[in-house]
C-alpha cells in the first residue's frame, strides 16, 4: 500500500476531528476554523478514496491533454462567457496533436516509433514477465522470413 495515500487520509480525518470539536466546542459552523476543518477535511478524505483512480488517470492520459485542460478551464473560472472560445482552443489542439502524429511531425527522436525496426529494444509493457530482455529480429522485406539474430532455437523441417 501506498504510505503517501494513508498519510493524506490521515491528515483529512484530523482536520475533519478539528473541525468536529470546534463546531462542538462553539456551535457556531460559520466559525472560521470549524468551517476550514470541516471543508478541507471533505476534500482530503474525498482525494484519498479517489487516489487510485486519479493515479490511473493520469498514467493513461498525456501530459500535453492535462495541460491544454488546464488552461481552458482556468480561462473558464475567470470569465464563464469564454467556455466557447476554450472548448475551441481545446479542440484544435487535440486537432493538431492528432494531425501531426498521424503525419509523423510531433513524434520525439528518441521514441520507439522512429527508431530503425532491426534491433528495437522490447520494453516491459511488450513482453511477458517471464521474457529477458531481447531485440525484435529483422525481417525480410516483403517475405516477412526472418533474417537471424534472434533470440529464439531454430526448427529443422
Do not use: C, Y
Not at 516509433?113 to 529483422?138: F, T, Y
Amino acid at each position: 500500500m501506498d504510505w503517501r495515500r494513508h498519510v493524506l487520509g490521515g491528515i483529512g480525518v484530523l482536520f475533519l476531528a478539528v473541525g468536529v470539536f470546534r463546531l462542538v466546542a462553539t456551535g457556531d459552523f460559520g466559525e472560521t476554523w470549524t468551517s476550514l476543518g470541516m471543508r478541507v477535511g471533505i476534500i482530503l478524505v474525498a482525494i484519498w478514496l479517489a487516489l487510485p483512480q486519479i493515479q490511473q488517470l493520469l498514467a493513461r492520459v498525456p501530459l500535453w491533454l492535462l495541460v491544454t485542460l488546464a488552461i481552458a478551464f482556468f480561462f473558464v473560472l475567470r470569465n464563464a462567457r469564454l467556455l466557447p472560445i476554450a472548448l475551441l482552443f481545446v479542440g484544435v489542439i487535440v486537432a493538431l496533436k492528432v494531425a501531426g502524429r498521424m503525419l509523423g511531425i510531433f513524434n520525439s527522436p528518441g521514441s520507439p516509433q522512429n527508431l530503425p525496426r532491426r534491433g528495437r529494444v522490447i520494453d516491459a509493457q511488450q513482453r511477458g514477465p517471464h521474457e529477458a530482455d531481447r531485440r525484435i529480429p529483422a525481417t525480410n522485406s516483403g517475405t516477412g522470413e526472418s533474417t537471424g539474430g534472434g533470440t529464439g532455437a531454430r526448427s529443422s523441417d
